[in-house]
């Protein structure tokens, strides 16, 4: 996918969701906001769907930074990070492109920023 980046990782589906938002931790994100999209279609839809994460990831700093240049940068935060079970068992974290990301708002004193979280995602998704 050209809009994240991404890992395939070994493990318990609940064991690489908390190795997940320990390692945004460590680069300083919060996460906002916990989805479990599985036990919401199950309970809004009554469907069956795989283990699926969206995690809303946060760093005040990066973000306060982000807003001071481009009020609007709000609509597109927080950063998504989602971790879900594959076809074949596997569990993928992937992370939003930041570039991508604010790349919609044609603001370039939003570069140095975006280029930062890429840096962190791509930690966070290498040490896992």
Partial sequence: MGYTTQNQIDGAFDDVVEQTISALEDEGFGVLCDIDVQATFSKKLDKEFRQYRILGACNPELAYDGLKDEIGLGALLPCNVIVYEDDDGTVVVSAVDPSK????????????????????????????
């Fill in 101 to 128: 990301l604010v790349g919609i708002t044609d603001n370039p004193a939003l570069d140095s920023i975006s280029e930062d979280v890429s840096d962190r995602f791509e930690r966070v998704l290498n040490s896992l």
